[in-house]
């Protein structure tokens, strides 16, 4: 199986910042990457898929990059309605299509 | 608008059973693969199983191979997640949600049912 791994696990940050979450593949799995953001309480909500593309209606100052075995995930200018934990997921060739362990981002 | 609503989450004993729904409305639902993911208290989210949408393909994370499974209903735009042998370690918040093939992603989501297993 192909093992996801985040970093940080926690960040804190200001309103304004601008934030950077990196995710690396134990293999090559292409641009195979998808990101996901998930507010207490709340349903996992697609932010950026195979890497780089933004499904209709997330914000352009979140964006996505990367291929082969690293990622990142990065927030122009944090709003206040992003402090939530974000997970990337590989989805490359055959499931099991893993999660990374999660970033939680904070309110400095 | 697409809408998935999870059902069937409770109280269960170690070694019980469960049956989780995932109600399906706003898309044709048996174009689609479905997928079961859950969250544990305190932990990330761990990709369960997913079915295509005839249920020809049907996969299980290793930690709960063998003891659940999940089927579907496209009649009754349906998909289930039968939970057998439970373990405390199955405790979480169980989501259903679309894999979108042309995304290679999970495009919608349920809001969860929460399933507690005690000792």
């Known amino acids: 199986d192909i093992q996801m791994t985040q970093s940080p696990s926690s960040l804190s940050a200001s309103v304004g910042d601008r934030v950077t979450i990196t995710c690396r593949a134990s293999q090559s799995i292409s641009n195979f990457l998808n990101w996901y953001q998930q507010k207490p309480g709340k349903a996992p909500k697609l932010l950026i898929y195979?890497?780089?593309s933004l499904p209709s209606g997330v914000p352009s100052r979140f964006s996505g990059s990367g291929s082969g075995t690293d990622f990142t995930l990065t927030i122009s200018s944090l709003q206040p309605e992003d402090f939530a934990t974000y997970y990337c997921?590989?989805?490359?060739?055959?499931?099991?299509?893993?999660f990374g362990q999660g970033t939680k981002l904070e309110i400095k | 608008q697409v809408q998935l609503v999870e059902s069937g989450g409770g109280l269960v004993k170690t070694g019980g059973s469960l049956r989780l729904s995932c109600a399906a409305s706003g898309f044709t639902f048996s174009d689609f693969y479905m997928t079961w993911i859950r969250r544990a208290p305190g932990k990330g989210l761990e990709w369960v199983s997913h079915i295509s949408s005839r249920a020809s393909t049907i996969d299980y994370g290793d930690s709960v191979r063998g003891r659940f499974t999940i089927t579907r209903d496209n009649a009754e735009k349906s998909l289930y997640l039968h939970m057998n042998s439970l373990r405390v370690d199955d405790t979480a918040v169980y989501y259903c949600?679309?894999?979108?093939?042309?995304?290679?992603?999970?495009?919608?989501w349920g809001q969860g049912t929460l399933v507690t297993v005690s000792s």
């Open positions: 195979t890497a780089s």
């Open positions: 997921q590989q989805s490359y060739g055959t499931p099991p299509y893993n």
């Open positions: 949600a679309r894999w979108n093939w042309n995304e290679a992603s999970l495009d919608y």
